[in-house]
């Protein structure tokens, strides 16, 4: 088990290759090089912020904390509401009118794509600068570079890390799915007095969920493994370490703790998939990647 206090995490510039203004505190993540590999971070995104319509080869979970994020057709993320961004399918183009403030969890999915850590992204950006420039979310080659001429920039550098073409995974869910979680009820756990939760969805054959879980003060909870939980608000305690808001917990396969409100507490669940017997993609030789 793995907790780190985010009011704690200082706030870092990224997604230089976006578009705008955007912060960031780099809250949890996996294990790089693995296909289970993921990254929960608190993203902050002034006015000025956009990213073009794209996809990834990854998934992901969003929860507004604060702010409105506006999606073009697919819809506009409000506070309180959690997205479910399937990977393979396209969405946005991303906009606000305000400044904006949302949890994002992004893992590796059933495709057995994985996910890029965040510094093999900060460096694949750095070396793709001497030979071209990212602007509003796409990678310009200059002039007499080889490849595509525009690219977007997270593919671009997907492909530069990886040394192959990116084949986006066919998306399970062609958009993304925006849940409100004012429209769910609480229902109580079997065997856990004074805990309820809001399932809002299980998703894929691999089964990746969003929760939210309630505890009423002097409660216990046991955490279930293979998952990711934000404390969205009140303080409890898992052993002698201090929990509230913005702690963030990561419990592997196997792993067991229990959490004890001291005072009501609601964390927002996000349970990784089962991607147990699923092989990593495997990279196309130089040949073959040639002749596409």
Not at 115 to 120: D, I, K, Q, V
Request: some cysteine.
């Amino acid at each position: 088990m793995k907790i780190v206090q985010g009011d704690q995490v200082e706030w870092k510039r990224g997604l230089e290759y976006r578009g705008g203004t955007f912060h960031f505190r780099n809250l949890m993540e996996g294990r790089a090089g693995t296909i289970g590999n993921f990254q929960l971070s608190m993203g902050r995104n002034d006015k000025d912020f956009m990213s073009p319509r794209h996809r990834h080869n990854f998934e992901q979970f969003r929860f507004q904390l604060e702010g409105e994020l506006e999606f073009g057709r697919d819809g506009t993320m409000k506070p309180g509401m959690c997205g479910y961004f399937p990977e393979g399918a396209h969405y946005g183009p991303q906009t606000s009118q305000m400044d904006a403030t949302t949890i994002v969890l992004q893992f590796g999915g059933a495709s057995g794509s994985g996910y890029l850590s965040r510094a093999e992204v900060l460096n694949g950006m750095q070396e793709l600068s001497a030979s071209g420039t990212f602007k509003d979310g796409v990678y310009r080659r200059n002039e007499g570079e080889p490849g595509k001429k525009n690219l977007d920039g997270y593919q671009a550098i997907w492909e530069h890390v990886n040394g192959r073409t990116l084949d986006y995974p066919k998306p399970r869910y062609p958009m993304p799915i925006m849940m409100d979680e004012s429209h769910f009820a609480w229902t109580d756990a079997d065997n856990e007095p004074g805990i309820s939760e809001k399932l809002l969805g299980q998703f894929t054959e691999r089964r990746n969920e969003a929760a939210f879980v309630k505890l009423a003060k002097g409660a216990t909870h046991s955490l279930q493994s293979r998952s990711v939980y934000f404390c969205k608000s009140g303080k409890g305690k898992i052993g002698s370490e201090d929990i509230r808001f913005c702690s963030t917990i990561h419990l592997e396969d196997g792993e067991m703790a229990s959490v004890t409100a001291s005072e009501d507490m609601v964390f927002v669940r996000m349970g990784l998939p089962d991607l147990s017997g699923l092989e990593m993609n495997k990279p196309q030789t130089a040949t073959a990647m040639a002749a596409e």
